[in-house]
């Protein structure tokens, strides 16, 4: 599963992912993205951190956890980039209020991407 407001980027993630072998449902919001998840139960999730909310990656984070508690979460985003702030996945507090299993800055090369998937999914 794979959710980002950019379109231009989700079109070349979804290709990139394709081309690895998966099997990629997308959406473009987190409205659109949270009603996919009550259809399907991915193997695995990638969500952009800002969409119509600043933290729409950490609500889907946490509403993926709740009712698929073993989807890995890959959250990847520019926010570093455009606001200057960061976080990460380094201490037992972030992990316990950031819902995700990764946390990835954009600009993944496809290498960096197929690296942590195999990772999440032990493969």
């Known amino acids: 599963m794979l959710v980002d407001d950019d379109p231009d980027y989700l079109f ?5 992912l394709e081309h690895m072998g998966f099997q990629v449902e997308t959406a473009e919001s987190q409205r659109e993205a949270e009603s ?3 259809r399907i139960q991915p193997d695995l999730a990638i969500f952009d951190l800002m969409m ?3 933290d729409s990656g950490f609500i889907l984070s946490y509403k993926m956890k709740r009712k698929h508690p073993n989807v890995p979460i890959i959250i ?3 926010v570093s980039a455009e606001t200057g ?3 990460g996945l380094n ?3 972030e992990k316990q209020w950031i819902k995700a299993d990764l946390y990835l800055e954009k600009g993944i090369s496809k290498e ?3 690296k942590a998937i195999n990772k999440l999914l032990k493969l």
Do not use: D, N, P, V
Request: avoid cysteine; glycine fraction near 0%.
């Open 36 to 38: 996919l998840m009550e």
């Open 76 to 78: 990847a985003t520019a």
């Open 91 to 93: 201490t037992e507090a």
């Open 12 to 16: 070349q993630m979804r290709f990139q």
């Open 85 to 87: 702030m960061s976080f």
């Open 112 to 114: 960096q991407l197929q």
């Open 52 to 54: 119509e909310q600043e």
